[in-house]
């Protein structure tokens, strides 16, 4: 059984569990006064520094933006994490290639803090082999 994140849509300090969930994953987080309008009451975001990706927390998931991963990494990513690694937020789980069309993927929502541990992995793997 996998471990699926808390529910925070509406629960007022939530940031230092935020914290703890960006930390699990490696990955920068910020921490501003005012809160996002969203879902979730809260001022805290993540980053990856470098590569353009930001996390932001919703109801039971992360939405996780950034330039995109190159289709064949997107598409391994999908085979251990697909279904928690969600492509473009899509509830079906369909595979990068099949939803993007051989594009990168550049919008996941992410379930569990080991598929956003994953993912921030990814991420970190890819800038490094552009570097």
Not at 1 to 21: F, P, Q, S, W
């Amino acid at each position: 059984m996998k471990d699926y994140l808390e529910n925070y849509a509406g629960v007022e300090g939530c940031d230092d569990a935020l914290i703890r969930e960006l930390k699990y994953a490696g990955i920068e987080y910020h921490q501003f006064e005012t809160k996002f309008s969203g879902e979730v009451p809260t001022g805290v975001m993540g980053e990856i520094k470098g590569s353009g990706w930001g996390f932001q927390r919703a109801w039971t998931y992360w939405v996780c933006t950034g330039p995109g991963i190159p289709p064949e990494d997107a598409e391994a990513l999908h085979d251990d994490f697909g279904d928690v690694v969600r492509v473009a937020g899509h509830c079906g789980c369909p595979s990068p290639l099949e939803w993007y069309k051989g594009f990168g993927c550049g919008v996941y929502h992410v379930d569990t803090l080991e598929g956003l541990k994953a993912l921030a992995d990814k991420i970190k793997e890819i800038l490094e082999r552009s570097q």
